[in-house]
């Protein structure tokens, strides 16, 4: 270990032991009452009940113990060793997500608002909660490794005594548990904040500090309280102005983070409205523009596309069909109105992020700029992919994230431009060069030009968008019109060895694909047919793809070569009967 190596942790073991002490302080001090937050609109709370019937029977049985600390995938137990001294080692075969997850109480919210009136599913979440204090106690174990974590963990305790708030004020020993145990959560995260040393905040600071008003506001009697409540306050809004471009997109590179961010701003916006507190105005309009970028991308089936990283993260609203009318629910309580109709078109040239709708057909084009202020640390090299829906099924797909800890092989193939469907020149030059030994930031990547087109007329939307780097210039050209999705892909270099590039295209295992012809393929899912035409021979194969995080599956992939420079076009339409078998 480097001498500023043996400083830093050193300097982290004494903040650790300066919080242990302030624990046992409290532990022997009369707890204040958890308030109940009602902050959340009615219709919101059903149609997250509603999401919780479903999870009920998952539910441990009376006296069941739960393993906290192992991971259920590899069998790796994290050790119960001062926080300070764990390490994670990247690519060993575990990974902590599904233990945080795990640990997360994440169903009892919903449970929670689906059965108010269940005394016995109380009394059984409080005791899983009890138990998980007592194995793991403040500052040891994987558990309290990660701020974020321990905030979203103390987010949705909060909530979940919102819901069973009867049965928790009719008990005197659960006011004192609870508080207890919220205000240790509450120190944790108020003094561990995740600011990068560049003073850069990221998602995980933005759940550090939502986290903390839910539990400054739940907890007014205890004497932090205040000093709780404006660090949270003060640093949320330090968030939305670092992470949110003028056009509303977040800067992490990645869409299904984008939307988990947003829950948190708009979570933090509707607390602060409640209790007669308010945001500034300048962090509205950016709320307001964050609603409208997944009020555009996401498809009628609720899918939302996974360009860049997608950990399946949540903070309170779940991802599945109910997502947009439930992200409706909360716009409308923080502004007052409804949203905005979805326009057919429209293009964010800042983000990179381009969407199209027509009847039943979704797309969505991006080519999105380096993340994190150039960090990169949940961009993928996808430069120019695609998304495409129709009739809120997804066809054209994101081969999706994997794992951040299990196979980095693994990792880095699913985020390199080969496993994605922009034209890819012959070449592979890379332009993205990912960490072998490291999930996340970069290591290095090359300057990248964006141009963006658009145009309209009668019968439809035509978007363009262009990438430079190096001695390549790739361009990608949607049009939406009379129903069908036309693609049309180019690539320009000015050097003499670059032969062609390919294009492929992950399509989810539900649909069927029959080659009709060397040009043409017919895809079928339950009643929806279409047909995918090329201008150049079609190959089909199989690859996986990951639907969700930490989760493989096979897909079809569609591919297709151009062998020199000149255009490739590809379309999909509906199928017209006469022209589809039965």
């Known amino acids: 270990m480097t001498p500023s190596g043996f400083l830093g942790l050193a300097g982290r073991i004494a903040e650790w032991i300066s919080f242990r002490r302030y624990c046992s302080r409290i532990s022997t001090r009369p707890s204040p009452p958890v308030e109940k937050i009602d902050y959340l609109p009615e219709r919101y709370l059903e149609q997250l009940a509603e999401h919780g019937h479903n999870q009920k029977t998952g539910l441990p049985a009376s006296g069941a113990e739960l393993d906290w600390h192992t991971d259920p995938v590899s069998g790796y137990r994290f050790p119960a060793i001062p926080y300070p001294l764990l390490r994670l080692r990247y ?58 974590e321990c905030a979203r963990r103390a987010f949705n305790v909060v909530l979940a005594v919102a819901s069973w708030s009867d049965y928790v004020q009719g008990n005197p020993a659960s006011v004192m548990f609870l508080g207890r145990f919220l205000a240790i959560h509450a120190e944790y995260v108020c003094r561990n904040p995740e600011i990068k040393g560049s003073g850069l905040t990221t998602n995980h600071t933005t759940a550090n500090y939502c986290g903390l008003l839910a539990l400054a506001i739940a907890l007014p009697g205890h004497p932090d309280s205040p000093r709780w409540l404006r660090s949270a306050i003060e640093g949320i809004e330090l968030c939305m102005e670092q992470q949110v471009m003028a056009d509303g997109m977040t800067f992490e590179g ?6 988990q961010v947003l829950d948190m701003f ?42 860049g990283d997608d950990d399946s993260g949540v903070w309170v609203t779940p991802r599945g069909p109910e997502m947009p009318s439930m992200m409706a629910t909360l716009y409308e309580s923080i502004f007052g109105e409804e949203p905005d109709r979805r326009p057919p078109f429209r293009s964010r040239p ?59 092989g693994m990792r880095n193939r699913l985020r390199s431009m080969h496993a994605h469907n922009g034209p890819v020149p012959d070449a592979g030059l890379h332009y ?19 141009h963006f087109t658009a145009s309209e007329d009668p019968r439809g939307f035509t978007a363009g968008v262009s990438v430079k780097y190096n001695d390549f210039e790739l361009g990608r050209s949607l049009r939406l019109v009379d129903g069908a999705l036309e693609v049309t892909d180019r690539m320009e270099s000015n050097d003499s060895a670059a032969a062609g590039f390919s294009v492929r295209l992950v399509i989810p295992s539900q649909w ?71």
């Open 91 to 148: 690519g060993s075969g575990y990974d902590p997500k599904a233990v945080w997850q795990r640990s997360s109480f994440r169903e009892a919210v919903s449970m929670a608002a689906s059965c108010r009136d269940d005394d016995g599913l109380f009394g059984i979440w409080e005791r899983d909660v009890r138990r998980w204090a007592v194995m793991n106690p403040p500052g040891m174990g994987i558990n309290w490794l990660s701020p974020m």
């Open 254 to 259: 990645s869409l299904p983070y984008h939307f």
């Open 266 to 307: 708009a979570h933090a916006a509707l607390m602060l409205k409640k209790t007669g507190l308010a945001m500034e105005e300048s962090y509205l309009e950016r709320l307001r523009m964050m609603f409208s970028v997944i009020f555009d991308v996401v498809d009628a089936g609720g899918n939302l596309p996974q360009l």
């Open 350 to 408: 800042e983000s990179g992020i381009v969407t199209l709708r027509l009847g039943d057909l979704e797309a969505v084009l991006a080519a999105q700029p380096v993340g994190q202020q150039g960090l990169g640390g949940h961009n993928h090299e996808d430069l120019l992919q695609l998304c495409c829906s129709y009739s809120g099924r997804q066809l054209i797909v994101d081969p999706g994230t994997g794992s951040y800890n299990r196979d980095l």
């Open 432 to 450: 993205f060069s990912f960490h072998p030994s490291g999930p996340f930031d970069l290591e290095s990547w090359l300057p990248v030009q964006r």
């Open 512 to 582: 069927q694909l029959e080659q009709e012809s060397p040009r043409e393929l017919r895809l079928r899912w339950d009643q929806n047919r279409l047909v995918f035409s090329a201008s150049v021979p079609v190959e089909t194969g199989r690859t996986v793809r990951s639907p969700e995080y930490d989760s493989l599956e096979e897909a079809h992939l569609i591919i297709l070569h151009s062998d020199d420079c000149k255009l490739l076009s590809f379309s999909i339409a509906p199928c017209r009967s006469n022209d589809c078998r039965s």
